[in-house]
Structure formats: C-alpha cells, structure tokens
C-alpha cells in the first residue's frame, strides 16, 4: 500500500485541534458575505499570502483577526462541519476539538451562540461519518484568570457537553501558575484538564502544568526534551503529548521538519501524538502531518501504528470504547 493510502486508512483520534484554526480562506470570505463583515484582504490568494509566520504571536494576530466572520450559531456549525467532513476523509474516528469562547464573547457574539453551532456539527459529524467527538473550552492565557472564571461561569449551562478546559494564546509570559485556581474550580466541577506548554515557553511550564494544572494531557510539549527529569517524569506519568508537526514548523518552533523530534519522543518512551492545531493556517490536516513527519523522518509503519493507538490510548473516551479502537 501507498504511504499516503496508508496513512489515511489508518483509524486515529485527533486530540489537539482548534476549532477557529480550521477556517479556511474560501469560507472565511463567504462568512465574511454573509454577514457584512470586512477583511482586509481583497482574494483568498492573498490571505494565503499572509500566511508566513515567524513565531506564535504572528500567527495569533492573524488567527484572532480571521475568527471575527464568526457571528451565528449557523458559522460555527458551518465552520465544524468543513472540519469533521475532511477529519473523516483523513481516517479520524474521534476528534476532541478546542474552542476559544472569549475570542468571541468578547465580541459580542453570545457563549450559546458558539457552542450550539457546535454542539450541533458534532451530532452531524456522529450521524453523518460515524465520527465521535468531544468538546474542550480553551482558555486565553494572555487574558486574566478572572476573565476565564467567567467564562467558567458561563458555560455552566453546558457543562455536561465540555469534556475538558485548556489553556492556548500567547504562552511565553503567561505560565500555568497564572491558571492554578480556574483550573482546580473546573476539576472540581468533573472537567479534565489540558494545556499547551513548552512549544515556546521553557520546561518549568510543563512542570507547572503537572503539579499546578493536574493536565491529563499537555499540548504540544517539545520544549521538555531540553529536561531529562521531566522527560523521565512524563514518561513514568505516560503522559500524552499532543504533538503539531506542520504547527511546529510554520511557527518556527523547528526549524526544518528534517529536524522534528516526533521520533526522538517515541524512542523516549513518551506516548506522542500527531494532530493538525490549526490545518487551515498551517498547511495541512492530520493525514498531512503524518505524511510530512512519515516522510522527513522516515517514519516506520510501526511508528505509525504507534502514533495512532497513543491517539486513542490518550482521548477522554471510556475505556471500554478505547479497548473497541486499539
Ligand atoms: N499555541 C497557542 N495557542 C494557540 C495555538 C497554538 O499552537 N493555536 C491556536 N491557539
Ligand atoms: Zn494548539
């Protein structure tokens, strides 16, 4: 079989996926249509273009600036079904997808607004590709901690539909420690727990993340090889790592793909996944991240039956539907 037949056909979970990073150009401009919304771009030719990123906070400006075509509950439903419908056509079975609520409540656009579009993309995508899904609120962390309890607070509607809370935006500067209490009260409501850390910020964010944060997964992660302790500790945990190839390399976290440490993981011992973060900004979807990784790093098969399992193996399914994937 073909590499790319292959990988496509693998049956895998996508565990690190933002919602808003999904939009692509050619729906950007009809949202932006449909509701009278100005870009300053004048082609999709030209929001392609704007697309060279030298770092994190690059992307962020332009990513945050996209999600304003984002008004109606019908967007947000649009917009998770382009996802899910390409997610199934890459082999994904399960994919928890994250949301930055206050990247639109503080436009305005109402909480129930956002999460019943895709609340209602996620049936859909069930009933229409046999995909499950599952929801994770992301925190901004370059806001406060307050803003986030607030967000806590209204999403408590809903809660029962929110596998997990998470931490994204702007890292370095913006620790876990600035996050501890949001995240104990979201424990305590029965939330899991996730957070970037170490894709530009240094090892002590993983270890905050760890005994601060209690993260049943961490987002990204590539800065803790620079810490043999913490990798030995990730290791003894079996922590999961949601690990961003094409992410890594459009924001500069590696400088060349040749370079990526996604094998150096494996051979650690550390349960790494591959996930797309935000396919429409950086080229790719999740059959495209492992197909770059495959081939930079001359992946095994092996590699890549591993990468898939540690996907479902590190999900928030139950375990018996877990037992039903591996
Ligand atoms: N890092 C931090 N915040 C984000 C990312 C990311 O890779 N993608 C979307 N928000
Ligand atoms: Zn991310």
Redesign the pocket.
Known sequence: VELEAFVRGLPKAELHL?I??SLEPELMFALARRNGVALPYDSVEAVRAAYAFSN?QD??DI?YAGAGVLQTRQDFHDLAMAYFDRAAADGVRHAEI?F?PQTHTDRGVPFAEVIEGLLSAMAEAQARHGLSSALIM?FLRHLSQDAAFATLAMAEPWLDRIAAVGL????VGHPPSKFAEVFAAAAAKGLRRVA?AG?EGPPAYVHEALDLLDVDRI??GNRALEDAGLVARLVEQGMTLTV?PL?NHK?CVVGDLADHPLDRMLALGLKATVNS??PAYFGGYVADNYLAVAKARSLSRADLVQLARNSFAGSFLPTDAIARHL
Do not use: A, K, N, Q
């Open positions: 933002h808003e990073g994190l992307f962020l990513y994250m930055d992301s994204d935006s702007s890292e970037h894709e987002d990204h961003c992410s924001l973060d935000d």
